[in-house]
Nanobody
Framework: QVQLVESGGGLVQPGGSLRLSCAASGAIFSISTMAWYRQAPGKQRELVATITSGRSTNYGDSVKGRFTISGDYAKNTVYLQMDSLKPEDTAVYYC??????????????WGQGTQVTVSS
């Protein structure tokens, strides 16, 4: 089992920044990919960014150029730096982990989520 704990959400004005953290513990040897997803009210869950154990990254089109995913593997922690935030970025953000992005949805591990609200 892998436990994921997110932190760093909150209320920010449009154009502002937030950094989310996801600390992993447990059987972390079993995971090769970590990801951030988000879900806004009434909308489907959306893949935001992914990072592999080889530090390869990928981003959803809506956040490219504004969000950066990174990892401190010594601390078993993944970060999501969010800049130039927009009201449409408002959502619950979830950290997830698994062997690949394809397997995360079906058999991966998920955190409890952290609320990000972008509003003036």
């Amino acid at each position: 089992q892998v436990q994921l704990v997110e932190s760093g959400g909150g209320l920010v004005q449009p154009g502002g920044s937030l950094r989310l953290s996801c600390a992993a513990s447990g059987a972390i040897f079993s995971i090769s990919t970590m990801a951030w997803y988000r879900q806004a009210p009434g909308k489907q869950r959306e893949l935001v960014a992914t990072i592999t154990s080889g530090r390869s990254t990928n981003y959803g089109d809506s956040v490219k150029g504004r969000f950066t995913i990174s990892g401190d593997y010594a601390k078993n922690t993944v970060y999501l730096q969010m800049d130039s935030l927009k009201p449409e970025d408002t959502a619950v953000y979830y950290c997830a982990a698994g062997r690949t992005v394809a397997t995360i949805a079906s058999s991966g591990y998920w955190g409890q989520g952290t609320q990000v609200t972008v509003s003036s």
